[in-house]
T-cell receptor, first 112, second 110 residues
């Protein structure tokens, strides 16, 4: 089975721009979660989508949004980028049987 | 508010030493506890613990959950330089929400 894939792997943007990140879960997994990871804050939960519906949400501003498509692929959008949004963004998919999450390689976003 | 706390935040030991990493949690409707290893990019799954007192083992790594103490430990025996990584603990609750700790950064000196 192919693992979780994320695109792009690296991204450089400037303040005020917006960005869209993509995540394709493991085949058959319907849950996709997004995390932001920074050295200071560790792994912080953004949101989780299950069957195209947002199931859980972390404490991030409204500039962070996401969606999930019928094929379970998910996108995350960040609008009006700030310097503090520079981070590694990880996506994880989860099956229903064992519930452990499998992570993608991440997208490294740098905001200049 | 649900939280997961890991200790120590960082640890430096010599190859061959045994280490114990700690994870404590305050989570409503606990379902299971998970351990991950993160080396460079994506965290990789190590263990899922649901029942108290049952040790899970994989090679030199083992972990156990204590539901009474709301905690778990991850042991690594005969450490190797390849064990250097961030070890993440996470708790899954019955609403299917996963809460991660900040991780323990482990560095093994040759």
């Amino acid at each position: 089975k192919a693992g979780v894939t994320q695109t792009p792997r690296y991204l450089i943007k400037t303040r005020g721009q917006q960005v869209t990140l993509s995540c394709s879960p493991i085949s058959g997994h319907r849950s996709v979660s997004w995390y932001q990871q920074t050295p200071g804050q560790g792994l912080q939960f953004l949101f989780e989508y299950f069957s195209e519906t947002q199931r859980n949400k972390g404490n991030f501003p409204g500039r962070f949004s996401g969606r999930q498509f019928s094929n379970s692929r998910s996108e995350m959008n960040v609008s009006t980028l700030e310097l503090g949004d520079s981070a590694l963004y990880l996506c994880a998919s989860r099956g229903t049987e064992y519930n452990e999450q499998f992570f993608g390689p991440g997208t490294r976003l740098t905001v200049l | 508010e649900d939280k997961v706390v890991q200790s120590p935040l960082s640890l430096v030991v010599h190859e061959g030493d045994t280490v114990t990493l700690n994870c404590s949690y305050e989570v409503t409707n606990f379902r299971s506890l998970l351990w991950y290893k993160q080396e460079k990019k994506a965290p990789t799954f190590l263990f899922m613990l649901t029942s108290s007192g049952i040790e899970k083992k994989s090679g030199r790594l083992s972990s156990i959950l204590d539901k009474k103490e709301l905690s778990s430990i991850l042991n690594i025996t005969a450490t190797q330089t390849g064990d250097s990584a961030i070890y993440l603990c996470a708790v899954l609750n019955r609403d299917d929400k996963i809460i991660f700790g900040k991780g323990t950064r482990l560095h093994i000196l040759p």
